[in-house]
């Protein structure tokens, strides 16, 4: 697992739509790096936050993976967005000579997360995945629904926005998505139908 970053002015478009889309810019800038996680074909970048004090009383959840027991931050499970690959890039990690004592320790930091991902990806994929399918299908308890953001309804709007974009790869992106939501449709259907609910 690599950290990126995600491009602001469709997180921007994003959260018209989306009020749990977190800012990364304006008076709320901050850092918005995280990992990519493949879901079912399609791509979600899971934000990450630095270490907070609130972290030591915090315990993990089904939308929110302490790394390193918080000494590393977390990943915002709840925050993932849809994302096409024209809309992340890889996050340089390497030390530069002319960074200043604050970036060289936030460097640290991301490299840190970095591994502590990297070790832990199953777990983490098992967690997006997990989280993914209880909120589209409507199977979360009501306080993670409310924090979460909406991955059905963001990848609706997704698709609108690679094709305002013009992406290259548009009409995979496209197919991809569209084949994701049939799928969910159907799981839905059968869900509400015969009460098959994901463990």
Request: aromatic share 12%.
């Amino acid at each position: 697992m690599n950290l990126y970053d995600v491009d602001a002015q469709y997180c921007r478009y994003l959260r018209q739509y989306d009020k749990n889309v977190p800012y990364n810019e304006g008076s709320k800038k901050r850092p918005f790096i995280g990992v990519v996680i493949t879901i079912h074909a399609v791509d979600f970048f899971a934000p990450l936050t630095s270490p907070k004090q609130k972290h030591d009383h915090m315990h993990n959840q089904m939308d929110f993976i302490k790394l390193d027991h918080g000494r590393l931050g977390a990943i915002n499970l709840n925050n993932m967005i849809p994302v096409a690959k024209e809309l992340f890039q890889i996050v340089n990690l390497e030390g530069d000579k002319q960074d200043s004592g604050v970036i060289y320790d936030y460097k640290q930091l991301l490299r840190r997360q970095s591994t502590w991902c990297n070790l832990h990806q199953v777990m983490i994929l098992n967690a997006a995945t997990n989280l993914y399918m209880r909120i589209t299908m409507n199977q979360a308890p009501a306080a993670v629904r409310t924090r979460c953001c909406d991955f059905y309804h963001d990848m609706l709007i997704m698709k609108e926005y690679c094709k305002r974009m013009h992406f290259t790869n548009e009409n995979s992106i496209v197919r991809d998505i569209e084949a994701q939501l049939e799928w969910l449709s159907l799981l839905s259907y059968r869900a509400d139908q015969y009460r098959i609910y994901m463990r």
